[in-house]
């Protein structure tokens, strides 16, 4: 049943070119967030991943620079998938960011290095639909991403990045918010989404005893398919939109 037409979510703005994703860790991405960036790359669209960890503490049974080298495999192959060929990496410890300054200056240089008009990050709120206990590291970079959209404009913050200052950032996406505002229709890039968050094969066989594919086909498919009465009755991936 198709949701009240007042609680119906928006189209994403087309009117872009350049997105850079910044999360936390190898997998934020693909939960949930890959299929619509599937969709924009086969627009022609130019999507750059950066993860402020490379995960090193995500797997129990893998020491850290073991499940380091490994998360980082995962993500550049998972990225592939969607058709994201550049992802950086900025060796932040995992499970310990810090929200401060120094985040804030390396998530700055970074926006004016790829000059994006949108960026993209994780749920940066205390909880996960008002339940489950946001992690600190997804509160940390959520929060520094909204920041470093403006810090990155400003001359007069961070003047010694290498980059010169970039003002172009016209919206911050957030996903996974408790509260979206737009969407993406994701009907023809859900299967790409799927198999995205597959290819973190070995972070997903530590985390559950069930079938990596069947995880992640429930999973995605099921936040798809969620949001679709809000959405036309279509598949599709949300976001909270901050324009600037």
Known sequence: MVGDMTDQLAPMPGDWQRALAIVAHPDDLEYGCASAVAAWTDEGREVTYLLVTRGEA???TLA????????????????????????????HLDGVIEYGPALRKDLAAAIRRHRPELLITLNPDDTWGGTYWNTPDHRAVGRAVLDAAGDAGNRWIFPDT????????RWVAVSGSDSPT????????LERGVR????????IEALTTKDPETYAREL?????????????GRPSVTFRLYPR
């Open 58 to 60: 995500g797997i129990d």
């Open 162 to 169: 290498e980059a010169e200052p970039w003002n172009g950032v």
């Open 220 to 232: 995605i498919e099921g936040f798809a398919h969620q949001e679709a009465p809000r959405f036309g």
């Open 196 to 203: 995205s968050l597959l290819e973190h094969r070995a972070y």
């Open 64 to 91: 850290p620079a073991e499940s380091a080298a490994v998360r980082e495999r995962e993500e550049r192959a998972s990225a592939a998938v969607v058709g994201v060929t550049r992802v950086e990496f900025l060796d």
């Open 182 to 189: 737009h969407a993406v229709d994701v009907t023809a890039t």
